[in-house]
């Protein structure tokens, strides 16, 4: 029975008892619905010729849970590839066999060794590289283990173990590493752990000192053991070493990477033996010898980068040191197998202790003369930056060879391997969808059905990568009908096209136009028919008339539909298609946690050809949600975007998308299926389309807000719903210390994905993102001024009963038209300057801004509309006649034309900058709490913006060299045109007055 101790800093994880093997796997196969698992095996082709192999996979093939196993195949040729592929091809799971010395592989290590990026020689690290790369390529697992190949004790229980703690949902490790007791053949096996690691890491803690780094290694039982496992999203950072210092290396990059509580190891087997290492006393490029001398050299390399300085005399004490720890452990384990009946050899042990000190010093001088010496293989984030489609060049290059050499697949007709490969990440978020459901959904049923409605099995699919965006882009957001003609003499689209051609074409880029489908309340969100134009607004020939000039954004209205939609009728007829798109709560359905966005009822009654029934209703008992576990409603969605694609739109926003799944029990927001419906449409119109874009609005808490990104495979861009209240809240009480908090607290966007900022919308200023970023107080009072100003406050229901604050419905314009401590509701002298203020702000912060075309005209309060309407919101939605429109952007005299060209002038500046790209670097300054400032560097480095903005009615002085401004370079301000000649200058801003120094323009 093993011991219970955790020794030393890590969570040791024991075999206490004999666990059946069919319990640890049943629980595994429930993990893999969400957490899918893979196996690494990497393999010489001369271990497929022992017993050791041939055992494993016998072994392997009742292992129901893997959905993935890679074979990292070495030393083979192309006959030898050919036995391989034969024999694993008796495994259920299928695997694929990276052929390293097949010649597309070989091309693509040539490719990168272009690069300076492809591992140094050929061995166990180089092998295990590429099948990190294979399996970040492949997308289909969420953690992986790996083990070698020469196991002769091998046992499914094995893998069971090890894999364990990185897939249960309630563990956080990241990383395990497996370990077990070296004895076989009655005796001690494991020298270069017991007789080299360990002694090797307790002599530098004697010469070195206390380490953290030494304390983690040490406390691992069997640090040099092959067999580990981790979450899929470590590989994209992970390092090793190319040479025999693999299994160190490993440990620490985890160890540099992550916290000592997402890093266990396992117990993993009682009895385990494998293929040994020669000690090779004549040839240090060989067996032990090799191996002392590369991790020796690994731990001079790791202690050197956390300061540790080695010289001569260090490098000779800690060989002296290791010696005699290593002699007195000899006794150690003489005496343990003594006590076990176990056979011991004494002299041969001292000989390897020998050979081990000596390979120390031969590795310490080899350190101190080659320094800078990198073993290290790169990242494959790193790999990624300099070579896009490498991961596309991976999975073609096996499944070529796959398709080519094995005779089975040859007789039968294949698809592309691009093609096949979407169809197996189909099928992945398919099963994550509906696998946890009791049906007799199968899953590879859908993805054939979803790949033959879209006929995505025989178009010619993209891999193209490519920038979607640059400091060049910037969205209007405006209904269709927002500018018309009144007399109704042309389609509102018509209307709003000339308008944006004539005003705008060389102001914004892109467009997103609101609802525009047919619908039956809401302003359009409430939708009737997916599939056309409200006649109102115009036809698809207007639509495609703005998508050729300008990047277009359509709202997918994809959580409800109308109760007046053709779907909904059919509900309540029981008729198809609709009987079973729509959600009937059982009577145990436990609604109690239901998150609300509203006040009105959750369920609202509808009599039906098969009596009265309570239907789901999030929104409004006239926007009926869709049932997402019903496939077809999914199918129906995606092909509804798919056709909006035909017609030239390229951004789509998911309106409030996360509410889509339900589940009793629940909050029914931001459940795992929803994420997984994102990914899947992501992966869908990319395929299709590489130019389009996700945008989720997800109007919620900031940290569950940022969650709608994934792991790069969600959203393209998510709403920066946190900015427009406390941008809003900064000009009203002129302090800025919560928007500044908040910004540092920001991740910033990768390469990839980005914010889409505004500060208004068509909908109101949310109040729930500024949840736990402004004090309850503070809150209140910004209401209060808001609603002074002639804002609605907005409820929501919570799960208890009660309603809460959820959205402030007020004009942008009127929102800033004075501030908290105001003795009037009265617009004061300031307040164009502070509409203004806000509006640089946001243009000038990372992301890509979008601007509500009432606030980039200035738009007062509509408090007739609102009446007229019934809805709050309808406050912000006017509607311009277009001559009424033409008048006030020529009349001088009128706040709307003045609003109107000081925006288009502030953001023709601001598509120039190639310090605003929305992923340029952005660095919070600390000037105050009256100035709101930061910094933001290009891309390239090459050009540098300084950002300041007083938020206050005072006059603000800053001393540039507070900017710490580089003297060589000459400094302008973009927005006053001032040359700042002399850096000692001591700058003014009038009250909201802003100011964009850079060294370019």
Known sequence: MGDFHQHGTITTLHSLNQRPINELEDELRSFSKKNPMALLLPSLYSELEGPALANIVEELRDVDYLS?????????????????????????????????????????????????????HPGKGRNVWYMFGYILATEKAKAVALHDCDILTYKRDLLARLIYPVVHPNFSYKFCKGFYSRIASEKLNGRACRLLVTPLIRAMKQVCGPNEYLDYLDSFRYALAGEFSMKSDVLEDIRIP????????????????????????????????????????????????????????????????????????????????????????????????????????????????????????????????????????????????????????????????????????????????????????????????????????????????????????????????????????????????????????????????????????????????LPFSPFSSDDGFSVIDYDAINPELGTWQEVEAIASEFKLMADLVINHCSSQSKWF???????????????????????????????????????????????????????????????????????????????????????????????????????????????????????????????????????ENLSYFGNDNEAHMIYNFSLPPLLINSLLTGDCSHLKTWMMSMPPAKRGRTYLNFIASHDGIGVRPAEGLLHDKELSNMLSTLSSFGGHISMRRMPDGQDKPYEVNISLFDALKNTVDAASSESDQWHIERYICAHTIMLALEGIPAIYIHSLLGTHNNHDLAKQTGRARSINRSQWDINDLNEQLQDPSSHHMTVFNRLKKLIKIRRKQAAFHPNATQYTLHLGSSLFAFWRESLDRHQNVFAIHNISKQVQKIPLVELNLISTETWYDLLSEDVYHDLNTVIELAPYQCAWITNKT
Request: proline residues 4%; glycine residues 4%.
């Open 68 to 120: 993935q196993i890679v074979v990292g195949l070495d030393c083979a040729d192309e006959d030898q590839y050919r036995n391989a592929l034969q024999f694993f091809n008796c495994l259920p799971q299928k695997p694929q066999i990276m052929w390293h010395d097949g010649p597309r592989l070989r091309a693509i290590d040539a490719l990168l060794q272009s690069y300076d990026l492809a591992p140094p």
């Open 242 to 513: 190319a040479d025999w210092g693999l299994e160190m290396g490993v440990l620490s990059e985890l160890q540099r990477n992550y916290s000592n509580n997402q890093i266990c190891q396992v117990d993993i087997a009682d009895n385990y033996d494998h293929k040994h290492q020669i000690l090779s006393e004549s040839d240090r490029s060989k067996g032990l010898s090799k191996m002392s001398a590369d991790i020796a050299k690994s731990l001079f390399r790791k202690m050197a980068t956390q300061g540790t300085v080695f010289s001569t005399g260090t490098i000779r004490t800690i060989k002296a040191t290791y010696y005699r720890i290593a002699l007195d452990l000899i006794d150690s384990y003489n005496n343990d197998a003594l006590i076990n009946g176990l056979s011991y050899d004494r002299h041969k042990e001292g000989q390897a202790v020998e050979l081990f000190a000596e390979n120390i010093l031969h590795a310490g001088q080899d350190f101190l003369e080659k320094a800078m010496e990198s073993p290290f293989m790169p990242s494959w984030k790193r790999v990624t930056a300099a070579v896009p489609d490498i991961f596309e060049r991976l999975v073609d290059a096996v499944e070529k060879d796959h398709r080519d050499f094995s005779a089975a697949t040859m007789k039968k007709p294949v698809l592309s391997p691009s093609t096949q490969r979407l169809k197996e990440r189909i099928s992945l978020h398919l099963s994550e969808i509906y696998g946890s459901l009791n049906t007799d959904i199968c899953t590879d049923t859908l993805s054939d059905k979803l790949m033959d409605q879209l006929n995505l099995s025989t178009s010619h699919l993209s891999n193209t990568k490519q920038d979607k965006w640059s400091e060049d882009d910037v969205v209007l957001i405006t209904y269709g009908d927002t500018i018309k003609k009144s007399d109704k003499s042309e389609p509102p689209l018509r209307t709003l096209h000339r308008f944006l051609h004539r005003e705008l074409n060389k102001t914004i880029n892109s467009v997103h136009i």
């Open 569 to 703: 009728k059919n509900f309540l007829k029981d008729k198809s298609p609709g009987k079973s798109y729509f959600i009937v709560p059982k009577a145990s359905t436990d609604l109690s946690k239901v998150i609300r966005p509203r006040a009105t009822p959750l369920l609202s009654e509808f009599k039906t050809e098969k009596g009265e029934k309570s239907v789901w209703c999030t929104f409004s008992a006239d926007q009926i949600d869709l049932n997402y576990a019903n496939p077809e409603v999914l199918f129906e969605v995606i092909r509804i975007l798919c056709d909006y694609l035909k017609h030239g739109i390229r951004l789509f926003r998911l309106d409030a998308v996360a509410f889509l799944w339900k589940e009793s029990g629940t909050e029914c927001v931001h459940l795992h299926q929803t994420h997984e419906i994102i990914k899947l449409i992501r992966l869908v119109i990319e395929s299709i389309e590489p130019s389009a874009l996700i945008i989720t609005e997800t109007n919620v808490p900031n940290r």
